[in-house]
């Protein structure tokens, strides 16, 4: 049996609330509401959105101001409570889509970088108040030259904005062989499986290609990208 060993640490401040709603001030941009029609979604997600924290939660996307290569916005929503029977508070509720802001926000691509947020920060100005459990994210990924980056976010309820979040992530070019075996792995029709069916062949052949493709990837020393 293996022991208990902490691999994440949670600390929040918790503030004397008074009333200051004769001051209040939040300039923050609109964000249109999480509506049927859908914005530009990053083209992993396309590849992802039926696995793991993805496939757990609805996604609305909304185009930004930037086009699909600059800001990116979406409002999120967990398809479940976070534990079984128990309804989720508010703040719950952000907490567990808020990190989405690291991954909603990226414009590389993830054949030939990787990108992975070390922290998360969330500063609130108000309480949120979800509506029906979605969450608002608007989201900038800065990358600098020393292999480091920053996303940004302001979160949304129904009512605006009332947090913004950071994260610091660290970023690298694939080695040459993981980038090749990336390539093989993520194709534009989606994963080997995908392109084993268009091809008329067996699911299985699928499966065979991604782990040969992963051990080639062990032995040549790569943590290979999923």
């Known amino acids: 049996a293996g022991e208990y060993r ?39 997600f396309q590849h992802l959105k039926d696995q793991g924290f993805l496939a757990a939660c609805d996604w ?25 029977g128990e309804e989720p508070s508010p703040l719950v509720q952000v907490f567990s889509v808020v990190d989405a802001a690291n991954g909603i926000s990226a ?33 900038d990924q800065l990358v600098g030259g020393e292999g480091i980056g920053t996303t ?18 660290l970023q690298g070019w694939l080695a040459p062989a993981r980038q090749y075996l990336a390539a093989l792995w993520v194709t534009p029709n989606g994963r080997n499986i995908e392109l084993a069916s268009l091809l008329g062949l067996p699911e299985e052949t699928g499966l065979v290609v991604g782990l040969l493709t992963a051990a080639l990837a062990l032995k040549q020393g790569e943590v290979f990208y999923l």
């Open 6 to 44: 902490t691999v994440a640490r949670a600390q929040a401040w918790a503030l004397a609330a008074s009333d200051t709603s004769a001051i209040a001030r939040d300039l923050s941009p609109v964000l249109p509401p999480a509506g049927a029609s859908q914005g530009v979604m990053p083209g992993f």
């Open 60 to 84: 609305r996307f909304v185009d930004g101001p930037d086009g699909p290569d600059g800001i990116k916005q979406c409002w999120i929503r967990a398809k479940m409570p976070l534990v079984a």
């Open 107 to 139: 414009y590389l691509d993830p054949t030939a970088v990787t990108w992975m947020n070390m922290d998360m920060t969330v500063h609130l100005h108000r309480s949120p108040q979800p509506v029906d459990g979605w969450i608002g994210v608007v989201g």
């Open 152 to 169: 940004l976010s302001r979160l949304y309820d129904g009512a605006g904005a009332f947090a913004v979040g950071a994260q610091m992530s």
